[in-house]
């Protein structure tokens, strides 16, 4: 199992990115997938969740209206398109794989990829 | 939502000790908890799922138990590589960790 983010970088406030996350090594149509964030110095934080087949999609009360997660099964890809984005909206974002109703949480994830949100 | 509160939130260990951190969620959630572990720069990394089941490839000294909002991670004898934060996350009604507890050299 592989997942590699890119797409992340300095965006002023108000701007926007789209970040990606390109999966390997499974089955990639068959696992939910999540954005999970880590502001500087800070906790865990949990963003947006997407079903196997892209037609459930959940997202923390943050962001809602903001962000909109997708993903493209024929490209094993999993997406971020973030909008409007704010100075506390900078940090790690990582995508993680899902292992819904089986039960094992999380359990793999990729090395993450920055984002700044500055002036 | 489910709020979860880790404690505490530092720890102070030497290596060889018995460890624990516990986690408690705000309602029930059965056992759909997991532990990670996370070292500065890297991404977490699972341990335990369903409170207590050992993720494939982690050490058996980590162990986990608990049920619907009182749960706890004990690491029987820590060793230098068990210097890191320990995260918790519910997934019984969306998700939500913990705020994290850091182990470090006493």
């Known amino acids: 199992v592989h997942l590699v983010e890119s797409g992340g970088g300095l965006v002023q406030p108000g701007g926007s990115l789209r970040l990606s996350c390109a999966a390997s090594g499974f089955t990639f149509n068959t696992y939910e997938m999540n954005w999970v964030r880590q502001a500087p110095g800070k906790g865990l934080e949990w963003v947006s969740y997407i079903s196997g087949s892209g037609e459930t999609t959940y997202y923390t009360d943050s962001v809602k209206g903001r962000f909109t997660i997708s993903r493209d099964n024929a490209k094993n890809s999993l997406y971020l398109q973030m909008n409007s984005l704010r100075v506390e909206d900078a940090g790690v974002y990582y995508c993680?794989?899902?292992?819904?109703?089986?039960?094992?949480?999380?359990?793999?994830w990729g090395q993450g990829t920055l984002v700044t949100v500055s002036p | 939502d489910i709020q979860m509160t880790q404690s505490p939130s530092t720890l102070s260990a030497s290596v060889g000790d018995r460890v624990t951190i516990t986690c408690r969620a705000s309602q029930s959630i059965s056992t759909w908890l997991a532990w990670y572990q996370q070292k500065p720069g890297k991404a977490p990394n699972l341990l335990i799922y369903k409170a207590s089941s050992l993720q494939s490839g982690v050490p058996s000294r980590f162990s986990g138990s608990g049920f619907g909002t009182e749960f706890a991670l004990t690491i029987s004898s820590l060793q230098p590589d068990d210097f890191a934060t320990y995260y918790c996350q519910q997934y019984n009604s969306l998700w939500t960790f913990g705020q994290g507890t850091k182990v470090e050299m006493k």
């Open positions: 993680a794989r899902d292992t819904g109703s089986s039960g094992l949480a999380f359990d793999n």
